[in-house]
């Protein structure tokens, strides 16, 4: 058996800064800028939108940190401004794709000034100032997805056909198009929304109950494939969750800890290291009144852009974990909880930009974890 170094784990389909990416390359960084600004004017109005760029202050021109940034002028390393209108940190630090993925983590849409950044994705302009520039970076183009010509009677470089096997089938549209440009993007996103994975949580040890609460029969069957059949017609695929050596048997795939002793929290990350890329409607087998109305509701008003979709819970005041969907960006959310020591999927949503929603019939939400309990839902 071949030997292997590092543990083969599946990657999310980042790119340098994040899922959905984009250069902008071809034409001076002024007109970079200028379809940016125009860009984002329309977009943020639909989803989270940001801008990477470089200071194209002259190398000649003083800094001016002494105002700007007096702390990082006397030598410290960060400097984090509470700013009227947005909040600033200032590194000194260079940073690399590791970092930028994790400050980028929760936007849909990140647009690049090309001339100075690579991307996953690239919009390649076509403006004379700059075809032998763009020639010299060639080997960024590696995924075009869109040309712009900035005059009438322009035609594709003939390097760039070279270049671009698939050429003949790009969209083209003029610099100025900005509605035409905004509409081919948002296409792009919406197709790059992440599909829905089921994930029912049954690996708890049902101390209180006394018997696994995934095999009790409220329906007709155990609890655990109850759920697990209710989810599946809103899921690409769904997975019930146990511990290691259970010796649960079903008809579905089990997915077992990988992050053990850590309850739900485990179960959840368990899942988004399996598939870093799927959204997750987690369940717990706990909620014997949970119904497809809920879980449609939830699914019509899940809010892609946000780190979760979850639905209040007015008897606790909170948000409810355990009737999530959890989309791929709550991965390194809840990592990153986990590194400060917490393991609570509930404090992750209350601190975390979340879509919440509210449900007429608060019964679904009912949590069964003792023989009572069980008794009175079976006399309902």
């Known amino acids: 058996m071949k030997h292997q170094k590092h543990a083969k784990l599946a990657r999310p389909n980042l790119g340098e800064f994040g899922r959905n990416e984009w250069?902008?390359?071809?034409?001076?960084?002024?007109?970079?800028?200028?379809?940016?600004?125009?860009?984002?004017?329309?977009?943020?109005?639909?989803?989270?939108?940001?801008?990477?760029?470089?200071?194209?202050?002259n190398e000649d021109e003083p800094i001016g940190l002494e105002v700007e940034n007096p702390a990082l002028a006397l030598g410290a390393t960060m400097e984090y401004t509470d700013k009227i209108s947005h909040h600033r940190f200032d590194l000194k630090s260079e940073m690399n794709a590791w970092q930028y993925r994790a400050m980028f983590n929760e936007q849909d849409l990140i647009l690049v000034n090309g001339n100075h950044f690579k991307a996953k994705n690239q919009i390649v302009i076509i403006d004379p100032k700059k075809e032998k520039s763009l020639e010299k970076k060639i080997d960024r183009l590696t995924n075009v997805d869109l040309i712009l010509m900035t005059g009438e009677e322009q035609s594709i470089y003939s390097f760039l056909k070279n270049h671009l096997k698939d050429w003949a089938h790009i969209p083209v549209l003029h610099f100025s198009q900005t509605e035409k440009i905004v509409e081919f993007i948002l296409g792009n996103v919406l197709l790059q929304i992440p599909k829905l994975n089921g994930l029912v949580l049954a690996g708890g040890k049902s101390i209180r109950m006394g018997k696994d609460k995934g095999a009790l029969d409220y329906h007709g069957k155990p609890q655990r494939e109850?759920?697990?059949?209710?989810?599946?017609?809103?899921?690409?695929?769904?997975?019930?969750?146990?511990?290691?050596?259970q010796g649960v048997e079903s008809e579905y795939e089990l997915l077992e800890d990988t992050f053990v002793g850590l309850g739900p929290f485990?179960?959840?990350?368990?899942?988004?290291?399996?598939?870093?890329?799927?959204?997750?409607?987690?369940?717990?087998?706990?909620?014997?009144?949970?119904?497809?109305?809920?879980?449609?509701?939830?699914?019509?008003?899940?809010?892609?852009?946000?780190?979760?979709?979850?639905?209040?819970?007015?008897?606790?005041?909170?948000?409810?974990?355990?009737?999530?969907?959890?989309?791929?960006?709550?991965?390194?959310?809840?990592?990153?909880?986990?590194?400060?020591?917490?393991s609570c999927p509930r404090k992750v949503l209350i601190n975390s930009e979340i879509e919440l929603l509210k449900v007429e019939d608060v019964k679904v939400l009912l949590n069964v974890n003792d023989a009572e309990g069980f008794d009175k839902v079976k006399g309902m």
């Open 23 to 57: 250069a902008i390359i071809g034409t001076p960084c002024g007109n970079i800028q200028q379809l940016s600004f125009r860009l984002i004017e329309v977009l943020q109005k639909k989803i989270k939108v940001s801008y990477v760029d470089a200071d194209h202050k």
């Open 266 to 342: 485990g179960a959840i990350a368990s899942a988004m290291r399996k598939n870093p890329n799927a959204a997750w409607l987690v369940v717990a087998c706990d909620l014997p009144l949970l119904d497809e109305k809920t879980l449609q509701f939830l699914i019509e008003n899940r809010n892609s852009s946000k780190v979760a979709t979850a639905i209040y819970n007015p008897e606790t005041g909170f948000p409810e974990p355990l009737i999530t969907i959890w989309e791929p960006r709550s991965y390194q959310v809840l990592l990153h909880f986990l590194t400060q020591g917490n």
């Open 226 to 245: 109850f759920m697990a059949d209710m989810l599946s017609p809103f899921c690409k695929k769904t997975y019930i969750s146990v511990r290691s050596n």
